[in-house]
């Protein structure tokens, strides 16, 4: 087959409607189960101030620096596709004065980002996120909560084996400490680390500790964990979280290596992980935190914030991958068939009928002879066809023919929509 003039842009897809039921499996539930909790849900737009991104993720981020989709408006103002909700829903809290409503305000929002990433399996440049945001609360149970409710959605998709990776990497009064005794460690194994973590090292230290290369991963097993200098505050934070997450029975494992490379991140980071076997390259499905500096960094009061975003492809593809079933759509028991102008325009009216009447019905306006109809039909594994010809229009009549037995009786139109009911009842 030749290729078709106009594909699909690289990184992007299309959700098939074999797909659809899936992604909307995960938005009912993740809906449902965040309303339990006391969310609202907000819906930011697809572009905003590219600032708001490089002043919020952080301008030495691989996100900012080569991910984000931007695009100069006629009267010079730059916009980006967001790529996360996190900057856009605390730009609309500052924005729209919720900061004077009862707190904590809790926020979700679900759709597209935008990351001009590389390719490949499991990563996509247009993919779709759910995110959670808890406003003016600064207890650590909040930040165990959302890991409860993270695995809540997922327990309810039948996704079980997860498994949360917890870090803390402080605040701005023990981070900077830390990050001084890590630089000064990684200049001293410069020569060992990858082409970009020897740029990271000036730009974005921490993110090194992310870095999946092999040789980096030998140099950052013996350097200095955050996890020993944190500051009173954050240590109390930390060891609290934990306890929450005990007590909570979730399951977890530290990560000391987790630090979730964006600017915003105070204290507590997070991502969760489908356990595979030993050795199997792992993607998060989700990752979180608290971000206790936004609000202000983005022009608002200080302001304590702890949240999370879940990618549903990867969801998706788990739900897939794992034949998790999902409920059939009942497929439409009744065939309206037509012969004839006046059959046709009657028709198109007894299609309302019934579906307002709640029953699902299909036809085939484009099709004129009856034979080629009740081919249609039987290919559908209908229950009835509705015959309406020239002479049932002009006697207010309608031929329901019973597909399996091949019987078939008249009936007055009147009476259509409630006979048929009565029939699949029965
Ligand atoms: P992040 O804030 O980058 O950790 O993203 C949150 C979640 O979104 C991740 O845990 C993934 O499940 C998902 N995600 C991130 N980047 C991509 C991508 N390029 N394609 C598909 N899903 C992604």
């Given at each position: 087959?030749r ?6 842009p690289?990184?992007m ?18 809906s ?8 609202s ?40 596709m967001?790529?996360?909700?996190t ?9 729209h004065?919720?900061?004077n409503?009862?707190?904590p ?10 990351r001009a ?12 996120q ?6 003016g609360e ?28 917890i ?5 701005s ?6 990050k001084?005794?890590l630089?000064?460690y990684l ?13 990271r090292l ?8 992310d ?19 944190l500051?009173q505050e ?8 934990l ?9 977890y ?7 979730r ?19 199997e390259?792992?993607v998060a ?10 609000v202000r960094?983005?022009?608002?009061k200080?302001?304590p914030?702890?949240g ?39 028709s198109?009216g007894?299609?309302?009928d019934?579906r307002?009447?709640?029953?699902k019905?299909?036809?085939s306006?484009?099709r ?6 009740l081919?249609r039909?039987q ?7 509705l015959i ?13 023919r ?12 009147d ?5 048929i009911?009565r029939k699949?009842?029965?």
């Amino acid at each position: 087959m030749r290729k078709p003039k106009f594909q699909v842009p690289t990184g992007m897809h299309d959700i098939l409607p074999k797909d659809q039921p899936y992604f909307d499996k995960v938005y009912d539930v993740v809906s449902k189960i965040v309303d339990s909790y006391g969310f609202s849900k907000i819906v930011p737009p697809v572009l905003e101030q590219a600032e708001l991104f490089s002043k919020g993720i952080g301008l030495a981020t691989d996100i900012v620096e080569k991910e984000m989709y931007t695009l100069k408006t006629k009267g010079g103002n730059v916009l980006a596709m967001r790529p996360e909700f996190t900057a856009g829903i605390v730009r609309a809290y500052i924005e729209h004065g919720m900061f004077n409503q009862p707190q904590p305000l809790k926020l979700f929002s679900f759709g597209p980002v935008f990351r001009a990433e590389r390719p490949q399996a499991g990563r996509y440049r247009q993919f779709h996120q759910f995110d959670l945001e808890v406003f003016g609360e600064a207890s650590p149970a909040v930040d165990a909560q959302i890991m409860q409710i993270c695995y809540n959605i997922l327990q309810e998709l039948k996704i079980k084996d997860v498994i949360i990776e917890i870090n803390s990497i402080g605040d701005s009064q023990c981070r900077p400490y830390y990050k001084k005794l890590l630089v000064n460690y990684l200049r001293s194994h410069q020569t060992a680390l990858c082409a970009d973590c020897k740029r990271r090292l000036r730009k974005n230290p921490l993110r090194i500790l992310d870095c999946k290369e092999e040789k980096c991963q030998r140099v950052k097993a013996s350097a200095p964990q955050i996890i020993d200098h944190l500051c009173q505050e954050c240590n109390n934070h930390f060891k609290e979280v934990l306890e929450f997450l005990d007590a909570l029975d979730l399951p977890y494992r530290l990560n000391p290596c987790l630090v979730r490379g964006l600017d915003y991140y105070t204290k507590t980071v997070f991502e969760i992980f489908k356990e595979g076997p030993a050795g199997e390259s792992q993607v998060a499905l989700l990752g979180g935190g608290r971000l206790d500096n936004l609000v202000r960094l983005l022009g608002g009061k200080e302001t304590p914030v702890c949240g999370v975003a879940g990618g549903v492809e990867r969801i998706v593809g788990l739900m897939k991958a794992k034949k998790i079933k999902l409920p059939v759509i009942a497929p439409a028991q009744i065939f309206l068939a037509q012969i004839g102008i006046s059959a046709k325009r009657k028709s198109l009216g007894l299609f309302e009928d019934f579906r307002k009447a709640g029953i699902k019905v299909v036809e085939s306006f484009g099709r004129d002879s009856l034979k080629a109809q009740l081919g249609r039909a039987q290919k559908l594994g209908v229950k009835y066809t509705l015959i309406l010809g020239q002479k049932e229009v002009i006697e207010g009549t309608v031929i329901i023919r019973d597909m399996e037995k091949g019987r078939q009786k008249s009936i007055k139109l009147d009476r259509l929509v409630r006979e048929i009911k009565r029939k699949l009842k029965t």
